[in-house]
């Protein structure tokens, strides 16, 4: 997933103003978690409302409706979400095209990062990087921005999220009911993690280095490429070619 941004700004309007006073003089929040917080819980530890303040569902969702930005929510606390490397964006963009291509025919639809997802319509909404989701679609509410039924999400992993991807990210993805398959995708190197959930409710990983391997998605009967995943991606150690 993407960073987090260290600064925020509101919009003008009532529910702005309203806005500005839980979270501090000049609509920015204050730094902290405040004691008995989990560390794992929060993405960018430095972005955080106040500890004693919370905004409810109703009110980050429109406040998110009218922001110029992208924020997650978070039991009560909101985080600004950065931009992304071009790498990083290479690797998501890859990997919409190449799921929108294997199910252009069918039921099932990618989206891209600009896509909302509810874990949970009390606790937590964020933006997945990839996200596939198969009719009907299911909305929190009647402006149909926000969906709560995904069968894959796919995250990029960053150095400043990938621990949250990996853990309390993962965690919640995982109460979602229709959620079959959560792929990771490594941007330093080739290496490719899917977790597949069993009937038991367990879930199996799988992981790939090879550039030659294809990926088996059993959820949406297809199958995706490495090499198309990182197409056009250079590395670090690696010239341009």
């Not at 490397?85 to 290479?90: A, D, E, G, M, N």
């Not at 991807?165 to 993805?173: P, T």
Request: aromatic residues 10%; charged residues 25%.
């Amino acid at each position: 997933m993407t960073g987090f941004a260290n600064a925020l700004s509101w919009p003008d309007g009532e529910n702005a103003q309203r806005s500005r006073k839980k979270w501090g003089s000049g609509g920015e929040p204050e730094s902290g978690r405040g004691e008995g917080v989990a560390e794992m819980d929060y993405p960018y530890l430095g972005m955080t409302t106040h500890a004693d303040v919370r905004l409810t569902p109703e009110e980050y969702l429109r406040i998110e409706r009218a922001a110029e930005w992208k924020s997650e929510y978070i039991d009560g606390e909101v985080f600004a979400m950065s931009g992304a490397s071009p790498r990083h964006v290479l690797i998501a963009g890859n990997l919409v095209r190449e799921l929108g291509n294997e199910l252009r025919e069918g039921p099932c639809t990618t989206y891209s990062a600009d896509l909302r997802v509810a874990t949970d319509r009390q606790r937590h909404y964020t933006y997945p990087d990839v996200v596939v989701a198969c009719e009907p679609l299911l909305y929190v509410d009647a402006h149909r921005d926000t969906m709560t039924n995904p069968i894959l999400i796919a995250e990029v992993l960053s150095d400043s999220t990938e621990k949250y991807d990996r853990g309390a990210k993962f965690e919640r993805y995982r109460a979602i009911p229709t959620l079959a398959e959560y792929l990771l995708v490594a941007q330093d190197r080739i290496h490719v993690e899917l977790y597949t959930r069993q009937p038991n409710a367990a879930w199996i990983l799988r992981e790939w280095n090879d550039p030659g391997a294809k990926i088996e998605l059993a959820s949406l009967r297809c199958s995706v490429a490495i090499s198309e995943i990182y197409a056009k991606v250079t590395f670090d150690d690696q010239p341009p070619g």
